[in-house]
């Protein structure tokens, strides 16, 4: 991928990346910031997706090695999970094209909101675990690769889609929870970006610059949630679910903002 360096804009997105970074780590949705902040930089689409994914992996794999470190990782289950997710996400970055994409954009700011009700409501968010309704292997063979594939046709909520089937399904404790979100994250983002790098999409100087950025920043956002628990994960996957289902409505071509105002249009 050519594209004309400029050092600045290289060591501003690189910031931007560490801040990204760090909210990732801990409630996910650091695409939010980063993938605005690339398109404004001058990069296409294609481009900015495929960059986007190097720097997300190298902040998902930071923040596995950080909660790894701490032991909130169990490896029997948990590669499973992973290989699950990888697989599944490069098969959805192959189908991308042959995907109704009018029923995701509709249809995840709803499951996003959802998602913020629960973790805003849900009487269990501590750092226990509880009982299982489901086994690793059967979470391995089921949720994770609906939510990698989803994750390499599309993306947003990924993070948010994973938790929740940890804390519900799996019942692990919040923390515990977001370790294992964090090894799925980084399995899935690292299968599509396989992809995105083998078709020759990813700005590399970028990219890397952004890598270096997000492993800092997931590192910091890390310790914060091992330290803060329930009491800041919590609270930020609310607003990070909300506010991704804002991003995807705020596209005046999103089907279901179309609806509403279809809706109260024909009065």
């Given at each position: 991928?050519?594209?004309d360096?400029?050092?600045g804009?290289v ?8 801040a990204?970074?760090?909210v990732d ?16 930089s ?9 960059t986007n994914k190097?720097?997300g992996?190298?902040?998902s ?7 790894a470190?701490?032991g ?9 999970i ?5 697989l599944?996400?490069m098969?959805?970055a192959?189908?991308?094209?042959l ?6 954009d ?13 973790f ?5 968010m501590?750092?226990?675990?509880a009982?299982?309704?489901v ?10 690769p609906i939510v990698?594939?989803y994750?390499?046709?599309?993306g947003?909520?990924a993070g948010?889609f994973?938790m ?6 799996l ?10 979100t964090?090894l799925?994250?980084?399995a899935s ?6 992809l995105?790098?083998a078709g ?6 970028i ?6 950025g997000?492993f800092?920043g ?14 800041l994960i919590?609270?930020?996957?609310v607003t ?17 903002r179309?609806a ?8």
């Amino acid at each position: 991928m050519i594209f004309d360096i400029d050092l600045g804009v290289v060591a501003t997105l690189f910031a931007v990346a560490v801040a990204a970074g760090c909210v990732d780590a801990i409630a996910g949705g650091g695409g939010l910031i980063t993938l605005p902040a690339l398109l404004l930089s001058g990069l296409d689409p294609v481009a900015a997706i495929a960059t986007n994914k190097l720097q997300g992996s190298a902040g998902s794999i930071s923040s596995t090695i950080a909660f790894a470190r701490r032991g909130l990782i169990h490896w029997p289950d948990a590669w499973k999970i992973a290989l699950s997710a990888g697989l599944a996400s490069m098969a959805g970055a192959l189908c991308v094209s042959l995907l109704p994409r009018p029923i995701l954009d509709g249809g995840v700011p709803v499951l996003l909101v959802g998602i913020a009700l629960y973790f805003a409501t849900a009487k269990r968010m501590s750092s226990e675990d509880a009982a299982a309704r489901v086994t690793p292997l059967v979470f391995a063979l089921t949720i994770a690769p609906i939510v990698g594939f989803y994750d390499g046709v599309f993306g947003p909520g990924a993070g948010a889609f994973y938790m929740i089937g940890f804390v519900t399904l799996l019942g692990l404790g919040v923390v515990r929870a977001t370790a294992h979100t964090k090894l799925a994250n980084a399995a899935s983002n690292v299968g599509s970006l396989c992809l995105f790098a083998a078709g020759g999409h990813v700005v590399w100087v970028i990219g890397l610059a952004m890598a270096l950025g997000a492993f800092i920043g997931a590192q910091i956002g890390s310790a914060l949630a091992i330290r803060l628990g329930a009491r800041l994960i919590r609270p930020l996957l609310v607003t990070i679910a909300c506010l991704m289902a804002l991003r995807l409505l705020s596209n005046p071509e999103n089907p279901l903002r179309q609806a509403v105002a279809g809706l109260f249009g024909g009065g």
